[in-house]
């Protein structure tokens, strides 16, 4: 028995997650065919395959067309649940370009026209994706977990997997790395078992990413590198990879190759036009430019990185990105005369409200060090007494840097002795997490986060050691078809005592798939 020309576009839509190519080109075939016949539904579903194909093959303006041409199908067709389907896929596509408030838009249009069923679980997962690539996350979870619960019982198993991938990117952000790390091993076996291999690809680098704010660097770069062969060899975009990858290089000191890798997504990002992951990785270009001695060229970049995010009105980016402004005025003056200490206190407590912890303590750090430079003891004391709270839990950089703090506000109250003690137990936590990565070559430049013991008020401006830098976009699978960085469209660790670094302001910027 033959296929109908609906199912033959259905199958080029469960295609185009798996193996892009191949879908497109079944879809145009089918496309063709159903404008001959004048057939709205068939079309609709075909171009909506076009769209999705389109988007992993890093082309959004042509998946735009397509799904635009999908919905308009699918009026034509009558069918309100086509129409719902195609506008996730286009709410997505949205948010990759960086249009977060008509993608929200349109995930609501399409939430109007579903009912209570699997269509209506699919477009909170939808939104879930969305709201989490805008930085809102406590609104993401219960749509994720709602929509999670309705698919389970659905059987709709595809959608499970792309709602696994992409609730793990949120709880990556949150810290929560065993239930991130649950979700994503549950996610690869339905990928393995439903022969999803793109879909697995992009569950490896979100494994990595894992792994990487959790401080197993060898573990990271093992899943890093099996998510290349797998995205490269389905001619899938890899910005988002290439991000990961310079966070972790530059967790552990290699400069340079963080740097060239930086470079090497925000060229990706630029090309494909994908704007949503460019200020993320230009945000980490610019961090590496600083540590690398290039602050002219870090506070260009961190310059641009804060008005892309301002335009995109990710508001917790933008204040990151500010901070990494003035950490590139600091290191081109040499002195702080352009920086000012009420400036990186402001930047401080907004840094801490915006849940960017690890930064935030470099702030204080900082802004307690300009006191001193000032003569401002007591002023800094008290920034460094705040940076000093996490010293008895947290990743090992976090513990460092607040032991870092803890000597600095000893050796501001004289007590020479109890600095240098305080100061000797950052270097033990980071002799600790240097063997804890597990690879030579790896621990020999994690030698680069060591701390110096204080200097007596003098201006140190390379003590801030690394910022948290972007983490940026997990892959976010668009729930639908997509890819996950840390969230599918909706669409985008192992050894935590040790050996965990903090999460960095990287961390946060996985991107869902859709």
Known sequence: MHATLQEQAREALRLAEGNPAKSAALARAIAGRARKNGDPAPLSIAERALGVAALQLEDPEAALRHLRAAIRAGRRAGAADLVAEAQLRLAFVLVVCGHGRRALREVESALAGTGDGVARARAQAQRAVILNQLGRLDEALPDYHAALSAL????????????????????????????????????????????????????????????????????????????????????????????????????????????????????????????????????????????????GRGLAEARKAAREFGHQRRLRWATLARFTVLRAQLACDGRPGGVRVGQLERAADDLAAAGWRVSATEARLLAGQLGLWKGWTGRAR??????????????????????????????????????????????????????????????????????????????????????????????????????????????????????????????AARQPAG
């Open 152 to 295: 389970r019982r659905a059987d709709d198993h595809v959608w499970v997997q792309r709602i696994l991938s992409n609730r793990a990117v949120l709880y990556g952000y949150r810290q929560q790395f065993a239930a991130a790390e649950a979700d994503l091993h549950e996610a690869a076996r339905l990928c393995a078992r439903l022969e999803l291999d793109l879909s697995l690809g992009f569950v490896h680098e979100n494994l990595g990413w894992i792994n990487a704010l959790r401080g197993d660097a060898p573990a990271a770069l093992h899943y890093l590198d099996l998510a290349e062969r797998s995205l490269r060899a389905q001619g899938a975009p890899v910005g988002e990879l290439l991000t990961d990858r310079s966070q972790l290089l530059l967790s552990v000191r290699l400069i340079s190759e963080a740097m060239q890798a930086a470079e090497e997504a925000v060229g990706e990002f630029e090309q494909q036009g994908r704007k949503i992951g460019l200020p993320e990785a230009r945000l980490l270009l610019a961090q590496a430019a600083i540590l690398d001695g290039q602050a």
């Open 382 to 507: 008290a920034q460094f007494q705040q940076a000093s709270r996490g010293r008895g839990s947290g990743p090992a950089l976090q513990r460092a840097e607040a032991w870092h703090a803890e000597a600095l506000q000893r050796w501001a109250t004289g007590d020479r002795r109890g600095a240098t003690s305080a100061a000797r137990t950052a270097l033990r936590i980071m002799d600790e997490h240097q063997a804890g990565l597990g690879a030579t070559d790896l621990r020999a430049h994690a030698a680069g986060h060591r701390v110096e013991p204080p200097a007596a008020g003098g201006w140190r401006g390379g003590d801030a050691g690394p910022g948290a830098g972007p983490a940026a976009t997990r892959h976010h699978l668009p729930c639908g078809h997509g890819r996950g960085r840390r969230v599918r469209q909706h669409r985008d660790r192992r050894r935590p005592a040790r050996g965990a670094r903090p999460v960095t302001a990287w961390a």
